[in-house]
């Protein structure tokens, strides 16, 4: 546990497991968000105060490929060279809205093109 204490004399703690990541944050107010991660120390949840979570899911090879929050969905798709080539945007607050980007590269892999829901 380590943790921060502000000119103001409040206090920011951490918690952390054996090899290093982030389990808890407790902030300033005393609101303590709660972080798990898989067997391949990547970020899978975070838990705020309000009991609301952020989802993340991995594809296989490690790419980050969802996030769901309270917000909505974020989907992430990649080329067979790692590149990002797409993105879908479903927002909690916009049901039945889907929102889609497209990226292209050039042969140094420098973003060529972005194609965006409105064109």
């Known amino acids: 546990m380590t943790q921060t204490t ?11 497991d054996a090899i290093g990541n982030l ?11 709660q972080y798990v991660y898989d067997a391949l120390n990547r970020l899978t949840s975070k838990t705020y105060p309000d009991s609301t979570s952020a989802n993340y899911v991995y594809d296989l090879v490690g790419k980050i490929q969802q996030v769901t929050d309270p ?25 039945g809205f889907n929102f889609q980007n497209s990226y ?16």
């Open 23 to 33: 389990l808890s944050k407790t902030d300033r107010k005393n609101q303590t968000i």
């Open 71 to 95: 917000t909505g969905a974020y989907g992430f798709a990649y080329d067979n060279m790692g590149r990002l080539i797409g993105t879908t945007t479903q927002y909690s607050f916009l049901p």
């Open 104 to 119: 292209t590269y050039d042969a140094a892999s420098n973003r060529k093109t972005l194609t965006a829901p409105d064109g």
């Open 6 to 16: 502000f000119p103001s004399t409040l206090v920011e703690t951490y918690g952390y």
